[in-house]
T-cell receptor, first 114, second 112 residues
Framework: AQSVTQLGSHVSVSEGALVLLRCNYS??????LFWYVQYPNQGLQLLLK??????LVKGINGFEAEFKKSETSFHLTKPSAHMSDAAEYFCAVSDTGTASKLTFGTGTRLQVTL | NAGVTQTPKFRVLKTGQSMTLLCAQDMNHEYMYWYRQDPGMGLRLIHY???????AKGEVPDGYNVSRLKKQNFLLGLESAAPSQTSVYFCASKRTSANEQFFGPGTRLTVL
């Protein structure tokens, strides 16, 4: 069985500051890992994903994440926060079976202040 | 190319009423999924389908039924709605060979 833990349900940063959203996973097989973003009253949009290969993954809007197998982590970072980054962020792990079902974390709401 | 669309966007039901949520995708994706999103719980998989005419249970299937009669549509039914089914429902789809799921805008359902 897979699981995802997102530390911190709410994170607040100042505009221009580093964004760090934490994600740890549990999986019995090599995982596929994803970060999705949800803006208010909208669906989920893929930020980035790790499947195989390079462990540092770059996504949209300046976000990146690093897959660390030894730490079972996939933390999301952005060097400089922008007001438009305020949203809810979900980490997810997929099984590598036929259906590729996603298991989501509980989400982290990012607030960006002036 | 509309992507994944969901109908309706909002709905209020009384306990015991039934309804069907429609998900449609125009990307010719084989796989489709229904999730529910509740505060503090992330998204949980209700049912999914790996192709036309096939469906399977996810993590929280009780109280829901689904049908995939056409490749582009995935219907989620509530036969007798309960207040515990108040939630935001998201549909998603993906290609067989891909990892990424594409999500619809969601349906907000309230059961009184």
């Amino acid at each position: 069985a897979q699981s995802v833990t997102q530390l911190g349900s709410h994170v607040s940063v100042s505009e221009g500051a580093l964004v760090l959203l934490r994600c740890n996973y549990s999986s019995s097989v090599p995982p596929y890992l994803f970060w999705y973003v949800q803006y208010p009253n909208q669906g989920l949009q893929l930020l980035l994903k790790y499947t195989t290969g390079a462990t540092l993954v770059k996504g949209i809007n300046g976000f990146e994440a690093e897959f660390k197998k030894s730490e079972t982590s996939f933390h999301l970072t952005k060097p400089s926060a922008h007001m438009s980054d305020a949203a809810e962020y979900f980490c997810a792990v997929s099984d590598t079976g036929t259906a590729s079902k996603l298991t989501f974390g509980t989400g982290t709401r990012l607030q960006v202040t002036l | 190319n509309a992507g994944v669309t969901q109908t309706p966007k909002f709905r209020v039901l009384k306990t015991g009423q039934s309804m069907t949520l429609l998900c449609a995708q125009d990307m010719n994706h084989e796989y489709m999924y229904w999730y529910r999103q509740d505060p503090g719980m992330g998204l949980r998989l209700i049912h999914y389908s790996v192709g036309e005419g096939t469906t399977a249970k996810g993590e929280v299937p009780d109280g829901y039924n689904v049908s995939r009669l056409k490749k582009q549509n995935f219907l989620l039914g509530l036969e007798s709605a309960a207040p515990s089914q108040t939630s935001v429902y998201f549909c998603a789809s993906k290609r067989t060979s891909a990892n990424e799921q594409f999500f619809g805008p969601g349906t907000r359902l309230t059961v009184l």
